[in-house]
């Protein structure tokens, strides 16, 4: 299977109705084979001079975004009560400022069997190697602050720890910690979360870190203190030289099986 296969297995894209949530310009589910509406936290225009000095951006191929989900919850961003089959948010997940929201906020809007598609990076092989991965008070910390841009916490770690990797370096064995560049100085780091913290400006960070042991262990956790109802319904792991894994969330009745699914994803990722 290649990436997409594994993020749209089992979606009839001719039939189902669909959101995916930040596909600039390489999106999963494309509109020519099904309906699907574009969410991002700015409009076309706005991502168009965000990205403008970005070379990793095509900025002449960003799609039409359809909606956009930022001070307003999602149902608000899209309007309307229709509820959808399927979500995908390939590296979406982990820079939303408030996870435990974030998830709800897409509950509200899916379908009872519907299914949530995500691909996620993988801290061991990314600029993230540093990092320490989230935590539960981690997640309760930024929703109980209703954050909706990240946390100065969340800049300051990614600047002071972000490194560059590469990860086939990664993947052949540990990698010298004291040798690895960073990205920001310590200056830039504070101002940046200065900016944030004082005058409310969103900079986009990797609000979370996992693996995919530690993905499953967080989402056993917030469901087994009602925090969500997703459970585990497809997982494959990270593969040799890549750098990201893929999880499908489905809504459970029963609390007890969902969190006997996380533990069976956890039970199977590498280690």
Same mark, same amino acid.
């Given at each position: ?98 996870? +435990?929201?974030?998830?709800?906020? +897409? ?82 780091? +504070? ?81």
């Amino acid at each position: 299977m290649d990436r997409r296969q594994k993020i749209l297995t089992g979606i009839d894209a001719n039939s189902a109705h669909g959101i995916e949530i930040g596909a600039l310009f390489s999106p999963v589910a494309l509109r020519s084979e099904g309906p699907i509406i574009y969410v991002d936290h700015e409009t076309t225009d706005g991502l168009r001079k965000k990205y403008r000095n970005d070379p990793q951006v095509d900025i002449t191929a960003l799609v039409e975004v359809d909606a956009v989900w930022g001070d307003r919850t999602l149902r608000a961003a899209i309007g309307g009560s229709q509820r959808f089959d399927y979500i995908v948010a390939s590296h979406v997940i982990e820079h939303v400022p408030d996870l +435990i929201s974030w998830l709800g906020e +897409i509950r509200e809007v899916l379908q009872d069997g519907g299914s949530v598609r995500l691909a996620v990076p993988d801290r061991r092989y990314t600029f993230d190697y540093l990092r320490r991965e989230s935590t539960l008070v981690d997640l309760i910390h930024a929703n109980v602050l209703r954050a909706r841009i990240p946390l100065p916490y969340c800049i300051l770690d990614q600047c002071l720890n972000g490194v560059h990797v590469d990860p086939h370096l990664a993947w052949a064995g540990p990698l010298d910690s004291a040798a690895l560049k960073h990205s920001h100085s310590l200056e830039a780091a +504070i101002h940046v979360a200065r900016d944030a913290a004082r005058n409310g400006v969103y900079h986009d960070v990797h609000c979370w870190v996992f693996t995919p042991r530690s993905f499953a262990e967080l989402f056993e956790k917030m469901v087994r203190l009602e925090l969500t109802d997703f459970g585990c319904s497809g997982f494959f792991d990270t593969l040799h030289n890549q750098i990201e894994f893929f999880v499908h969330l489905t809504p459970y009745t029963d609390r007890e099986l969902a969190a006997e699914s996380w533990a069976r994803m956890r039970q199977s990722a590498n280690v």
